[in-house]
């Protein structure tokens, strides 16, 4: 009985010290060297309003939902996470015989970088480029700018995916 309780306690000290350094959750998945981001407002040459601001909203409550950093002002952040909006189109994909708008498809895309407050980057190039788009039907009661929000939201996900540490 003496030997089977051992053999337990060994197994279950070699268990817990194989996973010692196996983290759980998103900790993982980031750098460990950063705790601060400061977000600066996207700049966008658009002419849609609030466009770049509605965006670093949402780039703003991802990282704060999705990763274990802070946003921070500039004077006592980390890093810096900064972006630009290239292009936002509007295109119809279908038209009807009266040429009215079927289906449109919105479209965004950024570019982004991430770099220390030293201007050392951060990510796995200098500057990455994000591209999402969404279509949404008139016809069916949505709008541009649900469909805009849609896009937003993917664009801010896929930003915060480029923060994580590569594999």
Known sequence: MVKIRIAILLLTTTACLGCATYQIGNQALFRKDICTVCVPVFESDSFRQFLGERL?????????????YKVARLQTADSILQGKILTDQKRVLIESRSDEARDIQVSLIVNV??????????????????????????????????????????????????????W
Do not use: H
């Open 56 to 68: 670093t909203e949402a780039v703003i409550r991802e990282i704060e939902t999705r990763s274990p």
């Open 113 to 166: 970088g991430w770099t220390d407050r030293y201007g050392r980057p951060l990510m796995k190039s200098r500057q990455i480029q994000i591209s999402q788009a969404d279509s949404f039907v008139p016809e069916g009661g949505q709008s541009i700018s649900t469909a805009q929000q849609s896009v937003i939201d993917r664009t801010a996900r896929d930003i915060v995916s480029q923060m994580e540490i590569p």
